[in-house]
């Protein structure tokens, strides 16, 4: 690189950070412009993350309240069902000593 092009170079620098400056310390330029949108742009992804977070949250306990009562169904035919077997054998061993009482009295 000659000596010309590396002048030049620094002059172009020098003037790319001369008017950075410049726009960012104007009030309302473009650098203030450029942090007004970035807030607002930070703000709109904060809203959506939260309105995510909020319908998860929503689905989570729609998902949970279905499960709770799914396993309170399940759990209340069981019981009906561990009931139904209870009554079956007591109605079995009622005919079953019906039968021997009837069977031995006979035979008296």
């Excluded at 020098?14 to 607002?40: C, N, V």
């Amino acid at each position: 690189m000659t000596g010309a092009k590396a002048a030049g170079m620094l002059l172009a620098c020098a003037l790319l950070a001369l008017s950075a400056r410049t726009a960012s310390a104007a009030p309302g330029g473009f650098g203030q412009d450029m942090k007004q949108d970035a807030k607002t742009v930070g703000h709109g992804i904060g809203n959506g993350a939260r309105d995510i977070g909020h319908g998860t949250a929503q689905a989570a306990r729609t998902v949970g309240h279905g499960t709770a009562h799914v396993a309170k169904s399940i759990g209340h035919g069981a019981a009906d069902v561990g009931h139904g077997i209870a009554h079956g054998a007591r109605e079995g061993w009622n005919a079953t000593t019906h039968a021997v009482k009837q069977v031995f009295h006979k035979s008296h």
